[in-house]
């Protein structure tokens, strides 16, 4: 059954320093789309992608957060200089369609900011 | 406001028995349904989904419901088993646009054998 595939499963960086998460979408999948949770909370939307560019995000979504789809098959989320409340475990996620149809994630990437 | 809400944050069922998990729901215009669940450590899983056109669906044991007139939503699992030991989140969805999933705080199913 396909999956949406990331990498690195869990990361520990220093404050301020610069992290790229990386995901593999499903491949017939159109729409991609990072969430985080902070541990023991819900699940939060972070930004939405569709056709090479942001369809959607949320007041997460600083400038301190990028989306890039460098290829054909992966899609990263790069936070530019971490800080300690970005500790969270990072989903992506994609879809065939967009809005109203099934989003389908990945296993997560935990960041630990010290 | 939360748009997604959850009335019980932990449930404990005897394995065998039939768990039943609650969801409300704030925003009229959502049209799309979804049920997670999430194990320890790892990413949501779907289970089931529904549209506003329908009020109930089922599923391999489980059932999903939904209740408009009350923005209500809930998730059937039928004959608990020990795996079915998760956090179970209700995300919902607005069917058009570019309407992020908005999930609800999760319910944490124990299963006793």
């Known amino acids: 059954e396909p999956e949406v595939t990331q990498t690195p499963s869990h990361q520990v960086t220093q404050m301020g320093q610069e992290v790229i998460l990386r995901c593999v979408p499903i491949?017939?999948?159109?729409?991609f789309y990072w969430y985080r949770q902070i541990l023991g909370q819900k699940v939060e939307f972070l930004v939405s992608?569709?056709?090479?560019?942001?369809?959607?995000k949320s007041e997460i979504f600083d400038d301190q957060f990028s989306v890039e789809r460098p290829d054909g098959s992966n899609f990263t989320l790069k936070i530019r200089s971490t800080k300690l409340e970005d500790s969270a475990m990072y989903f992506c996620?994609?879809?065939?369609?967009?809005?109203?149809?099934?989003?389908?994630f990945g296993e997560g990437s935990w960041l630990t900011v010290v | 406001g939360e748009s997604v809400g959850l009335h019980l944050p932990t449930l404990s069922v005897q394995e065998g028995d039939n768990s039943i998990i609650n969801c409300a729901y704030s925003n009229s215009a959502s049209d799309y349904f979804i049920w997670y669940k999430q194990e320890s450590g790892k990413g949501p899983q779907f289970i089931i989904d529904?549209?506003?056109?329908?009020d109930k669906r089922q599923g391999q044991r489980v059932t999903v419901l939904l209740n408009k007139t009350v923005k209500h939503l809930s998730l059937q699992i039928a004959a608990t088993q020990p795996g079915d030991s998760a956090v179970y989140f209700c995300?919902?969805?607005?069917?058009?646009?570019?309407?992020?999933?908005?999930f609800g705080k999760g319910t944490r199913l124990s299963v006793i054998a």
């Open positions: 529904i549209r506003s056109n329908m």
């Open positions: 996620a994609s879809s065939k369609q967009g809005a109203g149809n099934t989003i389908y």
């Open positions: 992608f569709y056709n090479n560019e942001i369809s959607e």
């Open positions: 491949s017939n999948h159109l729409y």
């Open positions: 995300a919902e969805n607005i069917d058009s646009g570019n309407t992020p999933l908005v």
